[in-house]
């Protein structure tokens, strides 16, 4: 059974987070996600009062995004804020444009490369994988996808699988969910606005409002373990909107 979680990068323009959480504690939700801005730079005891404000607001954070150099370089740092925040499963989320690989050989060497950040968060018994967008549906010269590569580098990682990025990468989210269905731990909701709309959210759009065949995803996405359904919109103009909208829709599928 997949609950419905909502990823706080959605609201970084909407501070203050406790007020965020009060917000999406009345729209229903039950769970967070954090993100790397949320807790990088804060001290212990500014992440022990984001725990308090989650705890005031009846919201649980079983997911969280830290960066590949944080996982690098302060892995007990990131054990140490998921066990605080009662974190179960952590996902690296991004690369730069300027680091990311341009070839099959690096997309591999990344994939071992999180193989191994991965392995102190595995070890303590918690998940770990990669979250996606888009340029990692592009093809590469040889006419591979990085994807492909990045999973053959990092044989234990897990996906959590950010649908509307695949659609943006110009890819099939069916045939990916078919094809690494199985490695699937996470979903991120989102949804595309129809072509020339939403400009100032950048094409995005609440979830059941636009053009992601949610409805039908929802039931191939049933057969993989995923356990969490998170909703996202990269640049909302209204953060209670979104949160209503969209938990209304997931809570149908």
């Known amino acids: 059974m997949q609950t419905v979680s ?29 993100y790397s801005a949320l807790y990088d730079t ?7 009062q984001v725990k308090a404000d989650l705890d005031k607001n009846g919201l649980t954070m079983p997911t969280a995004h830290f960066s590949l ?6 892995p007990q740092r990131v054990l140490d804020i998921c066990r605080t925040l009662g974190i179960a499963a952590v996902y690296c989320p991004y690369l730069l444009p300027e680091h990311r690989p341009t070839d099959a050989a690096g997309w591999h060497a990344l994939g071992a490369r999180l193989q191994k950040a991965g392995a102190p968060i595995r070890e303590a018994g918690l998940v770990f994988g990669w979250h996606n967008h888009d340029f990692e549906f592009f093809a590469l010269p040889d006419g591979t996808v990085p994807l492909d590569h990045l999973f053959a580098g990092g044989p234990d990682l ?3 699988a950010d649908i509307a990025w695949i659609i943006r990468g110009g ?57 969490h359904f998170i909703v996202e919109h990269d640049n909302p103009s209204d953060i209670t909107r979104l949160a209503t909208r969209s938990i209304a829709t997931v809570k149908t599928f």
């Open 69 to 74: 150099e944080t996982l690098e370089t302060q």
């Open 42 to 48: 804060l001290d212990d005891a500014a992440i022990q």
């Open 171 to 227: 890819a099939d989210p069916f045939a990916w969910i078919q094809k690494y269905g199985s490695r699937i731990t996470t979903v991120h909701v989102k949804d595309i606005a129809p072509a020339g709309e939403n400009a100032d959210e950048d094409g995005w759009a609440d979830v059941g409002h636009g053009t992601v065949p949610w409805g039908d995803l929802a039931k191939a996405l049933a057969g993989t373990p995923a356990r």
């Open 6 to 34: 909502f990823q706080l990068y959605s609201a970084r323009n909407f501070q203050p987070f406790a007020e965020v959480f009060r917000i999406l504690s009345d729209a229903g939700y039950s769970e967070v996600e954090g």
């Open 158 to 160: 897990t996906w959590e």
